[in-house]
């Protein structure tokens, strides 16, 4: 890890699991992609419910979709554009459950990344056509490769996943504001090892 590398822990660490994001941008298939996005949306949604409610699961011992997982989480003060935000991501993952040879279009990119953009005014993420993806790690052979994804030479898997991270980074910086504005104790465990 480099002295630049942060690892998230605490309460946010089921969304911030390094592993995620790696299987997301490295398997080709864009259904598997989205659904390990809509999987750490959940967490998110997790999070938010247990933290506000002050439970250690809000929804334990019982299945609770994640439609109604979302609308509870606006109910209990989610923002309203992050609501939909979420939602819209819902409905792209609910595409591929029941769309045999589903993809994701151009169209649809452009829109998601638009709403990511202009999600949280204020927040200190860049736009998501000016992000990248860096990956880094050993192949079969063991050696060290690197591999960085732009904007402009990604496909529209690999942009979904620049939009996500983007997202993610908006709406985790706004919880995390939320919770502090609401005097809600959580942990954002950040260290550096050298």
């Known amino acids: ?8 822990g605490g309460d946010f660490n089921r969304i911030f699991d ?9 398997i080709p298939d864009e ?3 989205v ?12 999070v938010w419910g247990a933290k506000i409610t002050g ?3 809000l929804y334990a011992g019982a299945f609770v979709p994640f439609k109604t997982k979302l609308v509870i989480a606006k109910n209990l ?5 992050l609501f939909k935000l979420l939602n819209k991501i819902n409905e792209i ?10 993809e994701l279009e151009d169209s649809l990119i452009d829109s998601l990344k638009d709403q990511v953009n202009n999600a949280v005014p204020g927040a200190q993420v860049s736009p998501c056509e000016s992000l990248h993806a860096f990956v880094s790690g050993k192949n079969a052979e063991g050696e060290r490769v690197e591999k960085k994804y732009t904007w402009a030479d990604s496909d529209n898997r690999v942009k979904f996943v620049i939009i996500f991270v983007a997202a993610i980074l908006k709406i985790t ?11 809600i104790q959580f942990t954002l465990i950040s260290t550096i090892d050298h």
Request: aromatic residues 6%; charged residues 30%.
């Open 173 to 183: 910086g706004w919880i995390q504001k939320e919770f502090n504005r609401r005097n």
């Open 31 to 33: 259904a598997t992609c």
């Open 35 to 46: 659904l390990r996005a809509h999987l750490i949306l959940e967490e998110v949604l997790n």
């Open 18 to 26: 390094h592993q995620d994001y790696l299987a997301m941008i490295s």
């Open 55 to 57: 439970t250690e699961d």
């Open 77 to 81: 003060g989610l923002d309203a554009d």
């Open 93 to 102: 993952r609910n595409r591929f459950s029941h769309r045999k040879g589903h």
């Open 1 to 8: 890890m480099s002295e630049r590398e942060v690892p998230v």
